[in-house]
């Protein structure tokens, strides 16, 4: 194996959510040789963003939660912050990770879910890059990159693991959990996973033209799905049994393998999708250059 040579810039971004920093000694997820920076944003300081190299690949990575931790619940997170520094660092396309709840019961923790929409349940969370302005009145047709999509579902069952291909996410506003009646509403939605950070990171990248798609695993089942006792003191105060902690924990070691075939997988190639065209209705009016621009 010949010397892996970092470059100066990628196009490409990992955005991790719990336990990132856990995952990030794994040889599959590259090297990095510098020091994480925050980006100075219009909307206040990024999370720390990195830069790494593997063989084949190299990209940026940013925690939502924190560097060391779960330090920033999920609404808590500067969503607007981290995907403009994103978008300056010259990032087209982001894949991110999550672990939220299963509402469908075919989604048993330990499987990836990569999921094909969305329902925003949040409540207090800005959304929109370009307030005070007319722009940003875009399709919501797929809301999730189908090519980014693709690869993923790929990159995870290369791997050996089970993997949903397609699901509705719903977002919502934490950091609490959702109530049984919330869940068996979401169900009636078509809800199929609940989660708290998908929303707006999907749709902050579409205004700025990045392609995003997201790998979940879901990590239990949501309130109510099935009876579970609360058990004091433990994460998720006994929503997860022993044996469901086994396989998230068998499908988390598997991840940072995914995410290099992942990698490796979408680095170079071109990009056939419509996410790099969504402002252009705004373009052919002259309202718009750089979205970056516009953003505020
Ligand atoms: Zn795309």
């Known amino acids: 194996m010949g010397k892996i040579k970092s470059r100066k810039k990628a196009t490409l971004a990992v955005i991790g959510g719990s336990r990132a920093y856990d995952l990030l000694g794994a040889r599959s997820f590259g090297k990095t040789g510098k020091k994480p920076r925050t980006l ?12 790494f190299y593997g063989e084949g690949f190299d990209y940026y990575f940013m925690s939502r939660h924190g560097e ?4 920033v619940s999920a609404p808590g997170v500067n969503y607007r912050a981290n995907v403009w520094a994103l978008k300056k660092l010259g ?25 094909h929409d969305l329902i925003d349940a949040t409540k207090n969370r800005p959304s929109n890059f370009f307030e005070g302005t007319g722009l940003g009145f875009i399709r919501m047709s797929d809301p999730f990159c189908p090519e980014l999509r693709a690869a993923a579902v790929s990159s995870i069952t290369t791997n050996g693991s ?42 902050l990248a579409r205004q700025l033209e990045m392609c995003y798609a997201a790998i979940c695993l879901s990590t239990n089942f949501a309130e ?17 049994n022993e044996a469901e902690k086994e396989k998230v924990e068998w499908s988390l070691a598997n991840l940072p393998a995914i995410l290099g075939t992942f990698l490796r997988r979408i680095s170079g190639a071109k990009r056939g999708c419509k996410c790099g065209v969504a402002m252009n209705r705004y373009r052919k009016k002259g309202l718009l250059k750089n979205p970056l621009d516009a953003a505020r």
Not at 40 to 51: D, E, I, N
Not at 68 to 71: A, D, L, N
Not at 91 to 112: D, H, K, L, Q, Y
Not at 163 to 182: D, F, Q, S
């Open 40 to 51: 100075k944003t219009p909307f206040g300081r990024s999370a720390p963003v990195r830069m």
């Open 68 to 71: 060391k931790g779960y330090e």
């Open 91 to 115: 990032v087209e396309r982001i894949i991110s990770w999550s672990g939220p709840g299963a509402i469908n019961r075919a989604m048993t923790p330990g499987m990836f879910v990569v999921p």
């Open 162 to 203: 089970i993997c949903h291909n397609g699901g509705v996410y719903v977002c919502t506003e934490g950091p609490r959990l959702e109530t049984p009646a919330e869940i068996r509403a979401f169900a009636s939605w078509g809800g199929d996973l609940v989660g708290m950070t998908l929303v707006p990171e999907a749709f």
């Open 224 to 240: 109510g799905v099935l009876p579970r006792n609360f058990k004091e003191g433990e994460l998720f105060e006994g929503m997860m």
